[in-house]
């Protein structure tokens, strides 16, 4: 069996070049408290990608809909690079531009901070698609001047520092959202047309529109749902969440995850 080529730089999101890639196992030091005098620096002027896991626990902490928080606190970058919706945090609108959660305390939504937050000095990326190749996730370190952090003694291991900071509850419930980015159906440079960008948009950030979407469309009357999981689709946040994929994987690349009524896909 042919071993995969190496990634080249050019194919990693333009943040992570240059970055210190960690392997499992490997360490690195760290520690962040407010005694530090950079103390809430990497709170400002910084790009907060977030997941849909990061719109829904943010949302409902500050008890808006999934639409008002959009609106308010995200925004889209435009790159060339990508071929799907990315949202990002909204920098105050101040010189400083900092996070509209941060206090001088510290942050004022830490038990639902974003996943990037929470990986922070760490940072993730998964590898383009290719044809046989399951993308595996690749790590690294952000090593910036100012902070005061990575000078202290505390080492950790990537997993270590993922279990020290409950990381792990937000990538098991983001997972289906990973696996629709890294789809082989985008190998080769496939677009999606506008109207299935805003269904992946819809179905994974804005969860109270996809909610009515179900219930309030004829979108039961075309599918097959067991009873059980209509309950939970009505109720339960992150049995939506899970259910996305499953529906996009279905509307976006025709894969059989969805059972018309009287009708199965094949």
């Known amino acids: 069996m042919n071993k ?3 990634y080249e730089i050019s194919e990693l999101p333009y943040t992570m070049r240059g970055r210190r890639q ?3 196992g490997q360490s690195f030091c760290f520690d962040c408290h407010p005694g530090l005098s950079c103390f809430t620096r990497c709170c400002a002027d910084v790009n907060i990608f977030l997941t849909p896991t990061d719109v829904l626990r943010l949302s409902r902490r500050l008890k808006v809909t999934t639409t ?6 995200t925004l889209v970058p435009i790159t060339k690079e990508l071929h799907l919706p990315t949202l990002m945090l909204r920098m105050n609108d101040e010189p400083e531009k900092r996070c509209p959660f941060v206090q001088e305390s510290g942050c004022s939504v830490y038990q639902d901070r974003p996943w990037a937050c929470r990986m922070f000095p760490l940072a993730m990326a998964l590898p383009p698609a290719r044809a046989g190749v399951e ?5 690294f370190l952000f090593e910036e001047d100012y902070c005061e952090g990575k000078s202290q003694q505390r080492s950790w291991t990537i997993e270590q520092w993922k279990a020290n900071q409950g990381v792990s509850a937000w990538e098991d419930l983001d997972a289906g959202y990973r696996e629709i980015v890294s789809n082989p159906w985008f190998i080769g440079g496939r677009q999606l047309d506008p109207k299935r ?3 992946f948009h819809t179905a994974f950030h804005d969860l ?8 309030s469309s004829s979108f039961l009357r075309r599918f097959e749902l067991d009873a059980d999981l209509v309950d939970q689709l009505q109720t339960n946040d992150e049995a939506l969440l899970r259910f996305a994929p499953r529906w996009l994987r279905f509307a976006l690349f025709g894969e059989p995850t969805m059972q018309l009524r009287n009708c199965t896909i094949e």
């Open 4 to 6: 995969p080529k190496p």
């Open 22 to 24: 960690l392997e499992a």
């Open 68 to 73: 008002e928080f959009l609106d308010s606190y």
């Open 135 to 139: 993308p595996k996730p690749m790590y």
């Open 197 to 199: 960008i805003n269904m």
């Open 208 to 215: 109270d529109v996809f909610r009515e979407f179900i219930f």
